[in-house]
């Protein structure tokens, strides 16, 4: 297991680390068994938050046979409007948990400018941040987010956070600038759910596994982020013990990307465009804003990698939880297209948008989605 500095918060985290979501309806022993295998495999990150259900409670029994002194924990507490909802939230963290300090608090889910605004309120969740800082009951404070890039630049530049909890992945990386302001300003990064969010390449389409050879695609994704210096962490979900050997691989390979895993990341990049021809989506982000608060690019991202490499699933899952009234996933589905016109002259690529929104509805939309904790939950 390689071992990274998380930024400037000195912590020395392992380059996997243990996300505690899938364990909310998981039985004690089950959960506890995942944690231990994960500590004793060189994992010393742990990673929940208070919105999991009972995740933090199940990760308090499992550090009831742990030596909590090899472990680092992150909990996530969502933005608060007062001082006196965010101390009660933490306070059931912690109480759940079973714990006395916290080495890594993130402000959960600083996704939208009202999010931004209220994270950043010095009567509320910003007061609450400080005191716990000043009390040493939390060693560091970070913050995760679901935004977008604009955001999260914003956000970073604050120099209040110590590390950032953000999407990004060979198949989505347009929050390089945030990483990039990350790393300027020594924070940690960590990487949510490379193999679900970054691809579904945990059941990889055909054409993907063909194109990976003689690799599996869910490593090269993790390649592709570890072999980057100023990504610290990935954060992977088993829900079994015996999931986390499939990740083992990655954890001790700290090379930069060899000669052939470039030329399998190449055939993923040449593959799309080929595929996609004049429909290729850049992801440039020109065409924004949409009157109607339809994520273009983000819908056409889907399209690109359905119809390039037969990505459907993983298209179907992220595209089926556009309902526009969540800042978690942002934007109304492609039918919601009135064809006004306005995306059109921005687009450098001269994209037919609404007939490839259209089209993107037709291929990706089996039915409502649902984020995985409300999954679990429900
Ligand atoms: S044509 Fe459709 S996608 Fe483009 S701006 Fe109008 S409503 Fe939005
Ligand atoms: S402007 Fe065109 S190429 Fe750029 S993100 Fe929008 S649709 Fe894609």
New binding site residues.
């Given amino acids: 297991m390689q071992y990274r500095r998380f930024g400037k918060t000195e912590m020395n985290l392992s380059v996997l680390t243990l996300g505690l979501m899938r364990y909310m309806s998981k039985d004690p022993e089950q959960s506890a068994a995942v944690v231990r295998r994960a500590v004793s495999s060189g994992i010393n990150h742990l990673e929940t938050a208070r919105g999991y259900g009972e995740s933090e409670e199940l990760l308090g029994h499992a550090l009831k046979r742990i030596d909590r002194k090899k472990v680092f924990i992150t909990t996530k507490v969502g933005v608060c409007k007062t001082y006196d909802d965010f101390m009660k939230h933490f306070e059931t963290s912690m109480s759940k948990m079973g714990i006395d300090v916290l080495d890594n608090l993130d402000v959960h889910g600083i996704n939208n400018e009202d999010k931004f605004r209220m994270a950043m309120d010095e009567n509320g969740t910003m007061k609450a941040c400080r005191r716990l800082l000043d009390s040493g009951a939390v060693r560091h404070i970070g913050f995760s987010t679901h935004g977008k890039t604009d955001l999260l630049l914003k956000t970073v530049n604050t120099e209040f956070f110590e590390s950032i909890n953000l999407h990004y992945y060979w198949f989505y990386q347009a929050h390089a600038p945030a990483v990039a302001r990350a790393a300027e300003l020594d924070m940690g990064v960590l990487i949510i759910s490379p193999n679900e969010k970054g691809g579904m390449l945990f059941k990889p389409s055909e054409v993907l596994t063909r194109l990976s050879a003689p690799f599996h695609p869910m490593n090269l994704n993790k390649r592709w982020l570890l072999s980057d210096p100023r990504i610290h962490t990935l954060s992977l979900g088993p829900a079994v013990a015996d999931e986390l050997d499939a990740h083992m691989a990655v954890a001790d390979d700290a090379r930069p990307l060899t000669e052939q895993e470039k030329a399998a990341l190449d055939r993923w990049d040449r593959t799309i465009r080929e595929k996609l021809g004049a429909d290729f989506c850049t992801q440039c982000g020109r065409?924004l804003?949409?009157?109607?608060f339809?994520d273009?690019p983000e819908i056409l991202r889907l399209r690109n990698v359905a119809v390039g490499l037969g990505m459907n699933d993983y298209g179907s899952f992220r595209y089926n939880l556009l309902d526009g009234s969540n800042d978690w996933f942002h934007g109304w589905p492609?039918s919601?297209?009135?064809?006004?016109?306005?995306?059109?002259p921005r687009c450098p690529e001269k994209l037919d948008?609404?007939c490839l929104?259209f089209d993107a509805h037709r291929r990706l939309k089996t039915g409502i989605g649902r984020r995985l904790w409300q999954r679990l939950v429900r």
């Fill in positions: 065409c804003p949409c009157p109607e339809i273009i492609g919601h297209c009135t064809k006004c016109g306005e995306c059109l948008i609404p929104l």
